[in-house]
Every structure is written in C-alpha cells, then in structure tokens.
C-alpha cells in the first residue's frame, strides 16, 4: 500500500539507515551495554535449565521417599531432601519453570489489557480516556496480593486464576505507559502525515505509536515479570497457589519453613533461587531502562 | 484546606463505586453456587438454603448491590457467615487492625529512619562507598521479598541464636518494649524494600535540588552543611519521596498478609488467608473493599503532606 513512515524517535540512531537496520532498531539500542547483555544470556540460560533440567534429573517431582526425608547435601541428593524426601534440586528446577511461566502469564494478561486502551487513551482524549483512567486508578488502589487471594478463594485454587488476577493489577502499568507515549507521539509530524494519507486508527496506533511504545513497555515487562514471579510465590507459600502435583519454589518455602526446627537447610536453595530469577530481571530493567533514557548512546 | 479534603475525596467517588463493584462481583465470580461452596460439602439442602439467604443470593444482583452498598455507608460491611456467624465483616478487620497497623507502621518508620540518612549521605557523596551501598541494595532489594527474608530472619535470629522471639504478637499494652521485640523481626522483613525504594528517591531528587541557584546562594552565605541540607534542601527533596513512600503501601499491605502468616501474627493478612481458605465471602470482600479505602486514603495523606513541604502547594 503506502510506505512506512518510520518514526524517527525509536531509536535516536541515525533516522536513514537501511531497512534491515530500522527493523531492529529498537532492539539493538536496548542491547547496547554490555552489562544488559550478560544479564540477558543468563536469563536464557536460566529458562534452559528450567525446561531441560527436570528430564535430565534422575528422580521425578512426586517421587517420595519417607525414609530419607530431610537428608542434608549428598552425592545423590545434590541439595537434599525435603519432608517428604524428594529430590530438593528437582523440585527447584521445576519450580523455576512454574515461575517463568506464572510469570509470563500474568504480564503477558497485564499487556494484552493495559496497552490497546493506553494507546488508545493517550491518542484520542475523550470519554474513553476519562473512563479507562478511572478503570486504572481503580485497579491501582487494589493490593495486588490481596485481590489475587480473594479471586483464588472465589474462583477455586491454581496459580492460572490467581495470575489472571495479578496480570490485571499489573495492567495500569501498561495502560500508563502507552498513554504517555501515544499522547507524546500523536501530536508529531509523522502521524499527522499517516492520517493525511487516510490511515485508519487501527493501523496509525498498531503501525506507528505501538513502535514508539515497544521500548518503554519492553522495560514494564522486565520489571512486572519480577513482580509476577514474587506474587506467584508468596501465593503459593501462602497455600493458595499452586496446588500440590505441580511444584512451586513458594511451597517448597513453605514446606522447609514448616519444618524449620527439623532441619533448617531445606529453606534456602527455593529462597535463593526466587533472589535470583527476580535480582536478574530486575537488573535487565534496569539495564534496559538506561539504555531507552540515554536513547542506546554509550554515557 | 477542607475545601481540598472535600474536593479530592469527591473526585475519589468514582473510584470507591468502582471498588465496591469489584469487591460485590467477587461473588458473583464463583463456578456454580456460591451458597453450597460456603455451606461446604456436608451441608443438608435446608442447610445451603440458609446460607443462600443469609447470603442475600435469593435476591436480584441489582437489590444486592444496593444492599451491599447500604452496609457499606452504615459501615457494617457484610455479615461473616463461616469464621464468626453473625459477626459484622467489619467487626473482624477491626479486631484485627491493631496487630497491622502496629506492623505497617513500624516498618514504613523502620524503612524511613534508615533511607533518609543513607539517601542524604549517598547524594552529598555521589560514587563514596555509601552511594554503592545504597545502589546495591536498591537491585537486591526487589529480589528478596518479605517470604524469603522473613524465615530467613527466623532461621538466623531466632532459631539458631536465639535473639529474638521466633513467632507471635504481643499488644502495646503488654509494655513497649515486648511489643516491640515482637514486631522487629517482621517489620524488617517488609521493610527492606522500602528502605531501598526511598533511600534512592532521596539520594535523586536530593541531588537535583542541591544543583539549584538557592542552595549555591545559601552555601555562598556560609551555612554549615548540616543547615543547607537540613533546613534549605530536604524539605524540597522530600515531595518525591513522599509520593514513593504512598505507593509502597500497596506493597507493604502484601506484605503483611505473607509475613503475618510466618510469624503467627493475629493480624488482617492472617484474617483475609483463613477467610479466603474457609470459603468466608463477605469477609473476603470486606477485606477488598477496606484495604482499597486504605490505600486510596493513605494517597490522599500524600497529596495533603505536599502542602507542608512546599508552600507554594497550600493555595489551589
């Protein structure tokens, strides 16, 4: 149809450059530390050992064995036994993948919600604006771990309704986020020039503001996942999240906390591992976050 | 200044509409019939047929809601049906509130008498040792939430060496200093975001402030640092801080609700897990409903503390 006009404030890199270049543009400018980079490849590595370690392990997650509970470190039991004597480092290589992907679900709801109607908010002022601006502050006044109980207690247990729940606590993030940039952007020349050649407001936000906007949102998500991971945790520590044939690093806490006296080892490998799944997004954040600020320009 | 109260709570009313319907809708929310759900397995018919009146679930959704809203005005907020049959909802939280408040408001003091001076010390000296102290713990901080320090803590401190009492609550009438022997240890867990939150918020927009004209002129004059930092700057400093300091609120209140449940506190996060777990809803969406409104006042504390830090924000 018509060409694309780029938006020239993605990047902040030379506005000309050949398409191939424009298309990860936006990537290559959050990328541009090397410190966001490390942090990156060992969150990948990380996703890796939470989906390929559970079928390397040689025990499964429900496999007991009562009369070797609460064993410290051995050969066999790398991190121990918990009080039912299963295999500890199965257990957190399996909990690290319930909370990648509890976490994926709850900001994956959060966007889905919080960025069309920011888009649309920030780009149209109007009743819809005013509407969804009280839908946010709404959602924003509800203690996220307090509204996820309640859903759980309503809805039945499982960590899918209780993500739903947070996803939606975590959505005004989005909605804000997209509100200020659309509302930034709507008022530049290019999206003038789109609606001059007759560009629905489908495509004019999808095309053109949503590009502005990946960056920041990028940022939201990093930060929200860790969030996500954190509240998926403390619900199931809670004893109303995961239910008990899917392992959770939050009901392992629970269990070693429960039994503390016993043995007090058990209680740190999940606590650990949670520190650092949410220490390495919330450092991609904040690695991500710079780079947008200073535009991918090394300081 | 009650011009200003009664303003912002009136622009606030669409927003409490808008959590009574979330907290009303809960209900509704449940897979099949709510009265059985609550009345339990064992329950005879005529047994759910009760529960489903003193639910109000013969009634039309729109009766109920304006039912609902009726016990909200008179400030009865519901009945409880399973913990404590016939018991205001609200009854209970107020029973409960002593233990939180005492908990939140140790933490958020903890959390403030340890930011502000590590966040004046990291601004006067950017790159010094403090200023790396702080940034570290600002990264550490979001990945240690109150469920891994909290038994940490107990693990440490209470199991193994025995410094302070491991579980439980006393109440301030039990004297000082065994109220707070009991709550350190669990107002610390929630506090070491805050700490790292607002120690950052300090250190920045300290350092924007003492980049400004009157702070070169109040140094000029030759004033001690203690006084341009103490009398000229931090009062400036200190509007952001605030605003960072309401919005930890939401998360201290989750974090209470975690930690109350590690350290056996009688508190309102213990309150909303056994109504949650007995299947108790009014309870549970008068616990919605409150901890909203708390939020939303603790906002309204905010806007009010700007007209104290800034003058300029007393008139309008």
Same mark, same amino acid.
């Given at each position: 149809?018509?060409?694309?006009?780029?938006?020239?404030?993605?990047?902040?890199?030379?506005?000309?450059?050949?398409?191939?270049?424009?298309?990860?543009?936006?990537?290559?400018?959050? *990328? %541009?530390? @090397?410190?966001? #980079? +490390?942090?990156?490849?060992?969150?990948?590595?990380?996703?890796?050992? $939470? &989906? !390929?370690?559970?079928?390397?392990?040689?025990?499964?997650?429900?496999?007991?064995?009562?009369?070797?509970?609460?064993?410290?470190?051995?050969?066999?039991?790398?991190?121990?036994?918990?009080?039912?004597?299963?295999?500890?480092?199965?257990?957190?290589?399996?909990?690290?993948?319930?909370?990648?992907?509890?976490?994926?679900?709850?900001?994956?709801?959060?966007?889905?919600?919080?960025?069309?109607?920011?888009?649309?908010?920030?780009?149209?002022?109007?009743?819809?604006?005013?509407?969804?601006?009280?839908?946010?502050?709404?959602?924003?006044?509800?203690?996220?771990?307090?509204?996820?109980?309640?859903?759980?207690?309503?809805?039945?247990?499982?960590?899918?309704?209780?993500?739903?729940?947070?996803?939606?606590? *975590? %959505?005004? @993030?989005?909605? #804000? +986020?997209?509100?200020?940039?659309?509302?930034?952007?709507?008022?530049? $020349? &290019? !999206?003038?020039?789109?609606?001059?050649?007759?560009?629905?407001?489908?495509?004019?936000?999808?095309?053109?503001?949503?590009?502005?906007?990946?960056?920041?949102?990028?940022?939201?998500?990093?930060?929200?996942?860790?969030?996500?991971?954190?509240?998926?945790?403390?619900?199931?520590?809670?004893?109303?999240?995961?239910?008990?044939?899917?392992?959770?690093?939050?009901?392992?806490?629970?269990?070693?906390?429960?039994?503390?006296?016993?043995?007090?080892?058990?209680?740190?490998?999940?606590?650990?591992?949670?520190?650092?799944?949410?220490?390495?997004?919330?450092?991609?954040?904040?690695?991500?976050?710079?780079?947008?600020?200073?535009?991918?320009?090394?300081? | 200044?009650?011009?200003?109260?009664?303003?912002?709570?009136?622009?606030?009313?669409?927003?409490?509409?808008?959590?009574?319907?979330?907290?009303?809708?809960?209900?509704?929310?449940?897979?099949?019939?709510?009265?059985?759900?609550?009345?339990?397995?064992?329950?005879?018919?005529?047994?759910?047929?009760?529960?489903?009146?003193?639910?109000?679930?013969?009634?039309?959704?729109?009766?109920?809601?304006?039912?609902?809203?009726?016990?909200?005005?008179?400030?009865?907020?519901?009945?409880?049906?399973?913990?404590?049959?016939?018991?205001?909802?609200?009854?209970?939280?107020?029973?409960?509130?002593?233990?939180?408040?005492?908990?939140?408001?140790?933490?958020?003091?903890?959390?403030?008498?340890?930011?502000?001076?590590?966040?004046?010390?990291?601004?006067?000296?950017?790159?010094?040792?403090?200023?790396?102290?702080?940034?570290?713990?600002?990264?550490?901080?979001?990945?240690?939430?109150?469920?891994?320090?909290?038994?940490?803590?107990?693990?440490?401190?209470?199991?193994?060496?025995?410094?302070?009492?491991?579980?439980?609550?006393?109440?301030?009438?039990?004297?000082?200093?065994?109220?707070?022997?009991?709550?350190?240890?669990?107002?610390?867990?929630?506090?070491?975001?805050?700490?790292?939150?607002?120690?950052?918020?300090?250190?920045?927009?300290?350092?924007?402030?003492?980049?400004?004209?009157?702070?070169?002129?109040?140094?000029?004059?030759?004033?001690?640092?203690?006084?341009?930092?103490?009398?000229?700057?931090?009062?400036?400093?200190?509007?952001?801080?605030?605003?960072?300091?309401?919005?930890?609120?939401?998360?201290?209140?989750?974090?209470?609700?975690?930690?109350?449940?590690?350290?056996?506190?009688?508190?309102?996060?213990?309150?909303?897990?056994?109504?949650?777990?007995?299947?108790?809803?009014?309870?549970?969406?008068?616990?919605?409903?409150?901890?909203?409104?708390?939020?939303?006042?603790?906002?309204?504390?905010?806007?009010?503390?700007?007209?104290?830090?800034?003058?300029?924000?007393?008139?309008?």
């Amino acid at each position: 149809m018509t060409t694309t006009i780029e938006p020239p404030r993605a990047g902040g890199a030379p506005v000309r450059s050949t398409p191939h270049r424009a298309r990860f543009r936006t990537a290559r400018m959050l *990328l %541009s530390e @090397r410190r966001t #980079r +490390v942090v990156l490849a060992l969150l990948v590595l990380l996703v890796l050992v $939470a &989906f !390929v370690g559970p079928l390397l392990s040689p025990y499964g997650s429900n496999e007991q064995d009562l009369l070797g509970r609460l064993q410290p470190p051995s050969g066999a039991h790398w991190l121990g036994t918990d009080s039912l004597g299963r295999d500890i480092l199965t257990l957190v290589l399996h909990g690290t993948r319930l909370s990648l992907l509890a976490g994926l679900l709850a900001v994956g709801t959060a966007v889905v919600l919080g960025t069309p109607a920011g888009l649309l908010a920030g780009y149209r002022a109007g009743p819809f604006g005013a509407i969804t601006n009280t839908v946010s502050d709404t959602l924003l006044a509800l203690p996220p771990l307090v509204l996820a109980l309640a859903v759980v207690g309503a809805y039945g247990g499982g960590v899918v309704p209780a993500m739903l729940a947070v996803g939606i606590t *975590l %959505s005004p @993030r989005f909605y #804000r +986020v997209a509100r200020s940039v659309a509302a930034t952007v709507s008022k530049d $020349a &290019f !999206v003038e020039a789109a609606r001059s050649i007759g560009c629905s407001t489908t495509r004019i936000l999808t095309r053109h503001v949503f590009a502005n906007a990946v960056a920041p949102i990028v940022v939201q998500v990093t930060f929200s996942i860790g969030l996500a991971i954190i509240a998926e945790a403390s619900l199931s520590f809670l004893g109303v999240g995961a239910a008990p044939p899917s392992v959770s690093l939050g009901t392992m806490a629970r269990d070693a906390f429960t039994h503390i006296r016993e043995a007090a080892f058990p209680i740190f490998p999940p606590c650990i591992v949670i520190a650092v799944i949410v220490f390495l997004f919330s450092s991609l954040g904040d690695g991500l976050r710079d780079a947008v600020v200073s535009g991918g320009r090394r300081t | 200044m009650t011009r200003f109260v009664a303003w912002r709570v009136l622009g606030m009313l669409p927003i409490i509409l808008l959590v009574t319907l979330v907290s009303f809708l809960l209900l509704e929310l449940v897979p099949g019939d709510p009265a059985r759900l609550v009345a339990g397995d064992l329950a005879t018919p005529e047994q759910v047929e009760a529960t489903r009146v003193s639910l109000g679930l013969d009634r039309n959704v729109v009766v109920r809601y304006i039912a609902y809203l009726g016990s909200v005005v008179t400030g009865s907020f519901g009945e409880s049906v399973v913990l404590q049959p016939g018991r205001g909802a609200m009854d209970l939280i107020l029973q409960a509130l002593p233990v939180t408040l005492s908990l939140t408001v140790v933490s958020l003091v903890i959390a403030v008498v340890v930011a502000v001076p590590l966040g004046v010390a990291a601004a006067l000296r950017r790159g010094s040792w403090v200023d790396q102290v702080l940034n570290g713990l600002t990264s550490l901080s979001l990945a240690l939430p109150p469920f891994v320090i909290g038994p940490l803590l107990v693990t440490v401190l209470a199991v193994t060496y025995n410094l302070f009492p491991a579980v439980g609550y006393q109440p301030l009438s039990a004297g000082f200093p065994v109220w707070f022997a009991y709550l350190l240890l669990p107002a610390l867990a929630i506090a070491v975001n805050p700490i790292a939150e607002i120690g950052r918020q300090v250190r920045g927009s300290l350092v924007d402030v003492l980049d400004q004209s009157y702070i070169r002129t109040a140094n000029a004059k030759g004033l001690s640092t203690t006084r341009v930092v103490g009398k000229h700057a931090i009062k400036n400093a200190a509007i952001p801080a605030v605003t960072v300091l309401g919005l930890q609120v939401t998360r201290v209140i989750g974090g209470t609700v975690v930690v109350e449940i590690i350290f056996a506190m009688p508190g309102i996060g213990a309150l909303a897990v056994n109504s949650v777990l007995s299947h108790d809803f009014p309870v549970v969406q008068a616990l919605v409903l409150f901890s909203a409104l708390a939020v939303l006042a603790t906002n309204l504390l905010v806007d009010l503390s700007y007209g104290y830090f800034d003058p300029r924000l007393r008139k309008g």
